[in-house]
């Protein structure tokens, strides 16, 4: 067998170690939480919903066992789940009453909510499913620039 040019020995040595790579574990960002029916409990924030993005990361979910809960960009909400996850039954939404500009958003977003059948978690996405649409959500909490925004908003 000939011998190797340093090129070419550079080049084996390097596929060798880009193949040894690839055993590595590759690190996801999922959120921690109980996993609750292959749905891992935890804050999520909406980033999607009806096809589109949503303007501001400041509609939350928390995902518990038996409930659903969050913060919208005007009140807080929730919601008995009366089934096991991923299965989505909800007991009539409790919300708070307070008026704001994005109220729209919020009442949307919470009808929703309230007509969901199903969940399901792929890739670090969390997908509730309605009959109109769906709500897309990633792990993490409200957003504090949306806070400066609504201030922003509230002195024009």
């Known amino acids: 067998m000939p011998a190797l040019s340093r090129p070419r020995l550079a080049l084996v040595s390097l596929v060798a ?3 040894l790579a690839a055993c590595e574990p590759v690190a996801t960002a999922t959120p921690t939480g109980d996993d609750l029916g292959f749905i ?3 804050s999520y924030v ?3 919903m009806d096809g589109k993005t949503v303007p501001l990361r ?3 979910l928390l995902v518990e066992e038996q409930r659903l809960s969050g913060q919208g960009p005007c009140n807080s909400y929730s ?3 009366n089934a096991s996850l991923p299965t989505v039954a909800l007991s009539p939404i409790i ?3 307070m008026a704001c500009k994005d109220l729209e958003l919020e009442d949307r977003f919470l009808s929703v909510l309230q007509q969901a059948s199903e969940m399901e978690f792929y890739g670090g996405v969390l997908k509730i ?3 109109s649409t769906w709500l897309i959500f990633e792990h993490g909490v409200r957003a504090s620039g949306a806070d400066a925004l609504e201030r922003a908003r509230a002195s024009q």
């Open 95 to 97: 919300s708070t009453k």
């Open 46 to 48: 909406l980033v999607g």
């Open 79 to 81: 919601a008995a789940n």
């Open 129 to 131: 499913k309605s009959p």
């Open 17 to 19: 170690m880009m193949g």
């Open 58 to 60: 400041n509609v939350t």
């Open 40 to 42: 891992p409990g935890g």
